[in-house]
């Protein structure tokens, strides 16, 4: 199957917008298509949901043009800058209809379609708000919060601090999947739509996609009033420049490290979320304040949270054993954090996370998988402790283990039979899900899948019909092309066929 041209440099992002990205965590691009193309889309658009109802996953097929507009070289080049060339269009998409007169919507994070899935800091998922209309604020566009792609909680009150993401007719905003968002109130006599796509990165990040200069994370300015999270979006940065989890942060003078250790104490939070950030650039050198940052992976302000678990991983290997202890403490917050800093520890926290998937407990093994979701490349050597856990009676971690086999790509390979025995019986349709995804990201290593995939075409769940397409298209033998068009010819419709015309 003919791969994917390559793009130029030129449609790239450039460091200034992929720092914009990981900081903010959306980015606008404008097509090239004229006007009167994006009217079609609308006018199509608005004749058909005033028959059907809203298309939902359909839209695509029932206006094709939608393709072109995410085969223009300006959006591409973003996906792409983000998500690495092999991105793929995720099959739930939906146009988002806001009335005339609406009262807008309440912020909120999209869920997976119901499914409690990893919610990764790096952008491994990214998804597109697509404008066919001209979007003033009037007609209520979507509304973001700067920056809360790394918040599971909200930490503004009344809307404050969102950006209305508008702009003309043909206006894309990319934004990270975990970024709160909002439809904003429509004060016009129109209906808005916004045709909500989503994407996913199926290769781990070898070096640089985007169209870089300077390949060293930019300490830049910041709004005074956004909170700092250098070490969250260092670790990022270099985690899309194609360094390994484990890669040590460069250790600074610890001159300090008793004031930012004092200033986690402080009744302000930004002050503590401030020295937490601080501490994180100190690396290895941070090391004595591993106990106080341990204690700040439950403070009540969610970006001192953040900033200790980066800054723990920043730390790294000295951080590991009690991290590994935190993962069994009762607070479910503290838990999570914990594992979000042994994944950014990385290769140095693998032995200790595989023994941890042995726990007896529940809840350290969830949490140990967690982690493993988020840890990559430097997982490998723990290939067999992973397939090992594949039957665990705990579900959650059945749907975790699948996406640290996805993360590993074709490395993963010794795990194909255990994904293949999770695609075909396990009872659970998110790891099914999460097992056919993870064959298209280990892609032609996984080639003794085909049959298995073969048999997910027919799948109770709609995404893991959807995934196992995706994994027969990127395994790429003549047995999965001919169990592709098997199913497209048995699945194949006609988009134009209605009441009016059934012919």
Same mark, same amino acid.
Request: proline content about 6%; aromatic content about 8%; hydrophobic content about 40%.
């Given at each position: ?7 130029? /440099? &030129? ?38 949901? /005033? ?29 792409? &800058? ?12 939906? %146009? ?42 009037? $007609? ?74 300077? %390949? ?31 890669? +040590? ?41 591993? %106990? ?61 996370? +595989? ?10 093994? $969830? ?76 892609? %032609? ?55 009016? +015309?059934?012919?």
């Amino acid at each position: 199957m003919q791969a994917k041209p390559l793009m130029s /440099e &030129s449609h790239k992002l450039t460091d200034a917008q992929l720092r914009e990205f990981i900081v903010n965590g959306h980015l606008t691009v404008q097509t090239d298509l004229p006007r009167s193309f994006h009217e079609t889309i609308y006018r199509k658009t608005q004749e058909l949901t /005033e028959k059907e109802g809203n298309l939902g996953n359909n839209i695509l097929p029932r206006v094709p043009e939608l393709q072109a507009v995410f085969e223009d070289p300006a959006v591409r080049g973003a996906f792409t &800058s983000i998500l690495g060339e092999n991105y793929a269009m995720h099959s739930h998409r939906h %146009p988002h209809r806001n009335n005339p007169h609406s009262d807008g919507q309440g912020f909120h994070k999209d869920s997976y379609w119901g499914y409690q899935k990893v919610r990764h800091h790096r952008p491994r998922w990214a998804m597109a708000f697509y404008y066919p209309q001209d979007s003033p604020l009037e $007609i209520g566009p979507s509304a973001v919060l700067p920056g809360t792609q790394y918040y599971d909680t909200r930490i503004t009150k009344d809307n404050g601090g969102e950006l209305a993401v508008s702009g003309e007719a043909g206006t894309i905003t990319v934004i990270h999947f975990d970024l709160w968002h909002r439809a904003m109130a429509n004060l016009t006599d129109k209906v808005r739509y916004m045709m909500k796509f989503q994407f996913i990165r199926m290769d781990a990040p070898q070096a640089p996609e985007w169209n870089v200069t300077d %390949p060293e994370w930019k300490l830049e300015d910041i709004h005074p009033a956004t909170p700092a999270h250098q070490g969250t979006w260092r670790h990022v940065w270099n985690w899309m420049a194609g360094e390994s989890n484990g890669h +040590s942060a460069k250790s600074v003078s610890n001159g300090n490290l008793t004031k930012h250790i004092t200033m986690l104490n402080d009744a302000d939070g930004s002050v503590r979320s401030d020295a937490a950030d601080d501490l994180g650039m100190l690396g290895e050198s941070g090391a004595e304040a591993i %106990p106080h940052l341990i204690e700040a992976l439950h403070d009540v302000y969610e970006p001192v949270r953040l900033n200790a678990a980066y800054a723990l991983g920043a730390i790294g290997e000295p951080a590991v054993s009690p991290l590994i202890e935190t993962l069994g403490v009762e607070d479910q917050i503290m838990r999570r954090m914990a594992a979000y800093a042994l994944a950014a520890v990385g290769a140095p926290a693998v032995p200790a996370l +595989s023994e941890a998937l042995e726990h007896t407990e529940d809840v350290v093994r $969830i949490e140990a998988a967690y982690a493993f979701a988020q840890i990559g490349d430097a997982a490998e050597s723990a290939i067999s402790a992973l397939t090992e856990r594949t039957k665990d009676h705990t579900v959650e971690v059945r749907r975790y283990l699948p996406e640290a086999f996805g993360g590993l790509g074709a490395m993963a390979a010794p795990a194909v039979p255990v994904l293949c025995d999770i695609l075909a019986s396990d009872g659970d349709g998110q790891a099914r899900f999460e097992a056919a995804l993870a064959l298209a990201q280990i892609g %032609p290593a996984a080639c003794d899948a085909v049959p298995v995939l073969a048999n997910a075409l027919n799948d109770e769940n709609r995404y893991v019909r959807d995934n196992a397409v995706l994994a027969l298209k990127r395994i790429d033998t003549p047995e999965a092309e001919s169990a592709l068009f098997d199913y497209l010819l048995m699945a194949r419709w006609c988009p134009i066929t209605n009441r009016e +015309s059934t012919h």
